[in-house]
């Protein structure tokens, strides 16, 4: 039974995910950092979910990326695009009317 809750949170969590990377990257983050302030917010994501995500993002268009050379070691830093910043109004806009229909369907005694 744990095994089966386990993997339902998970795959909960994971739908999450592409949203809370998202609104992170409104600034300019490189992943280590992006992967620490989300930790900080109570979201782990482990690397290899994580620069697979951007990478994706990227080519979908909804990422710009750059090479920062300037530090001892490179970093890609990434933001969103113009189209990355529509697509998070959408789907901020989406979460809210799921969390909205969820506490109506979800009962009160566990909340």
């Known amino acids: 039974m744990d095994e089966i809750i386990n993997n339902l949170i998970l795959e909960l969590r994971r739908g999450t995910l592409m949203l809370s990377v998202l609104s992170q990257l409104r600034e300019r983050q490189y992943g280590y950092s992006l992967k620490e302030r989300l930790a900080e917010q109570g979201i782990e994501i482990d690397?290899?979910?994580?620069?697979?995500?951007?990478r994706r993002l990227e080519k979908q268009g909804l990422l710009d990326s750059e090479w920062d050379l300037g530090?001892?070691?490179?970093?890609?830093?990434?933001?969103?695009?113009?189209?990355?910043?529509?697509?998070?109004?959408?789907?901020?806009?989406?979460?809210?009317?799921?969390?909205?229909?969820?506490?109506?369907?979800?009962?009160?005694d566990n909340r």
């Open 47 to 54: 690397q290899g979910t994580l620069y697979p995500l951007l």
């Open 71 to 108: 530090e001892a070691r490179p970093r890609r830093y990434y933001t969103l695009s113009a189209q990355g910043q529509a697509v998070l109004t959408a789907m901020i806009a989406e979460w809210r009317q799921l969390v909205e229909a969820m506490e109506r369907v979800l009962p009160a």
